[in-house]
C-alpha cells in the first residue's frame, strides 16, 4: 500500500467529520508556496517568471503556520520555487510535523542530500522528489544535464536515513508510455514508497505551451501508460484519480480541494490560475465564484485534468457514495485487475 | 485605449508601453492586463508620485476598485485605489518573455547549452546549488 494507514485514517477521518457536518466546501490539501525562487528553469512551469524582487520574498514560518491552521486540510504540500532553498524551511516543516499534518515537501533534490541532515524522519513528513522520467526526459524537462542523476542519488541517501520518499511526475503529451511504463520500474527499484503522476497544465506564462496535453489526449496517452499495471507500481494518490485519467469515470473540478497559499495571500480560484488573491482562507472560499470554474465553465479550464483539480474529486466520489467507495476498494486491494 | 507611448513590439509583449485611460472601463483594462504582466509597472498618481512594482491583485468590483502592489524595498504590499492612478506604465522586463518552447527548440544546441549554463551558474551566484 502506498500510502500509510494512519494517513488513510487521518484523511478518512477528517472527509467523513466534513460530510457529517455538511460542510460543503473542504480543502483536503493546503499547497504552501513558501518562495517562487528556484535553481532550475524547467520549461513547463509557469511558477518562477517573476521580477527579482518578488522571486526574493519569503513566508515565514508563522505565515506558514497560520495558513495551515486556517485552512485546517490534513495534508500540506510544499512546492514553490524550489523549498530547499528557502533558509528556514526546517523550521516551517517542523511547526507543520507538530501539527500533525502530513507533510508533502516537493523538491527537485539537487540541494536534497545537503539538507537531510536538517530535517527527522516521521510519517508526517515525506519527500516528494520532481521526476519526468527516465535520464533522458528528465534531463530534457528540466533544461538540465545530470540532474536524474543527483535525484537518484538523494533519493537512495533520504530513504538510507529512514524518510518517506515519493515521486511527483508530470506526463507531457509527446511521453512514449513503454518508457513512462519503464520510468515506474526504475522507481519501484529504487524503493520509493509511491508515486504520483498527473498530466501537464497549459500555463499562460510557462515556456512550454505546445508540450501540454489536450482532454483525449490525455486519456488515451493515460490508458496506454496504466494498461495492465503491473503489480509492483505504488501510486500514493487516489486510485479513482487514475482512473480519471484513463477515461474510465468523469469528474468535474474540485478547485477548493487544493487551496493555494504563497506570498501574494490565498490564490483564487486554484493553484493554477491566478484571478486574484484573498486576505483569508475564509474569504478565499466564500467569495471566489466558484460556478465559474470547472470543464466546460472557464476557457482555461478546458483542457485541465491535473491533479490538484481533480484528485479532491475522486476522494470526494469514493467518500460520496458507496459505488464510489467500493471502487476504490476494489482499485486499491486488485489493482491489475483494472 | 488612449494613446499607447509606443507601438504593439512585434514580440508582442507590453513592455515598454504606457497607457493613459480615458475612463473608468479603461482603466480597468489596463489594470487586468498589468495584472497579468509577469514584469514591473509603474504608475503615475494623481499627487503627481510614481510608484514602480508588482502587481499581484485587483479588485475592480470592490466598493473602492483597488490594486495591490509589492514595491521593491518593502516588505508590506501598497493598496492603490483605482481613482489615483493617471497612467500605467510596463517599465519592467517582461520575465516571461521569449522562454516559450518553441524559442527554446529553435534555437541552436549551443544556445541552449549556454542558457542551461547560465541559469546553473545564476543558482550557485546565489548559493541556491
Known sequence: MAVSLSQIYTVTKYVLTQKIKGVERYPLVLMLEPLFRCNLECAGCGKIQYPDHVLDRRLTPEQCWAAADECGAPIVSIPGGEPLIHPEMPTIVRGLVERKKYVYLCTNAILLERKLKDYTPSRYLTFSIHMDGLQEEHDQAVCRDGVYDVAVKAIRAALARGFRVTTNTTVFNDADPERVRKFFDAMMELGVEGMMISPGYSYEKAPDQKNFLKRRQTKELFARILHQPKRGWRFNQSPLFLDFLRGKVDYQCTPWGNPTYNIFGWQKPCYLLQDGYAATFKELIDDTQWENYGTGRHEQCADCMVHCGYEASAVNDTFGSLKGFSRTVKATLLPTAR | ?129
Open chain 2, 1 to 129: 485605449m488612449g494613446n499607447p507611448k509606443v507601438g504593439n513590439p512585434a514580440n508582442g509583449s507590453l513592455e515598454g508601453r504606457t497607457f493613459w485611460p480615458v475612463d473608468l472601463s479603461e482603466l480597468i483594462q489596463a489594470v487586468d492586463k498589468a495584472f497579468d504582466y509577469r514584469g514591473d509597472v509603474t504608475l503615475e498618481l494623481r499627487s503627481g508620485e510614481r510608484v514602480k512594482g508588482y502587481i499581484f491583485n485587483r479588485n475592480a468590483e470592490a466598493t473602492l476598485p483597488h490594486l495591490q502592489m509589492y514595491l521593491m524595498g518593502q516588505a508590506a504590499p501598497r493598496l492603490i485605489p483605482y481613482s489615483e492612478i493617471v497612467t500605467v506604465s510596463f517599465t519592467g522586463e517582461d520575465t516571461a518573455l521569449g522562454k516559450s518552447w518553441e524559442s527554446w527548440v529553435k534555437k541552436k544546441e549551443s544556445e541552449r547549452k549556454a542558457q542551461a549554463v547560465r541559469v546553473e551558474a545564476d543558482a550557485r551566484a546565489r548559493g541556491h546549488l
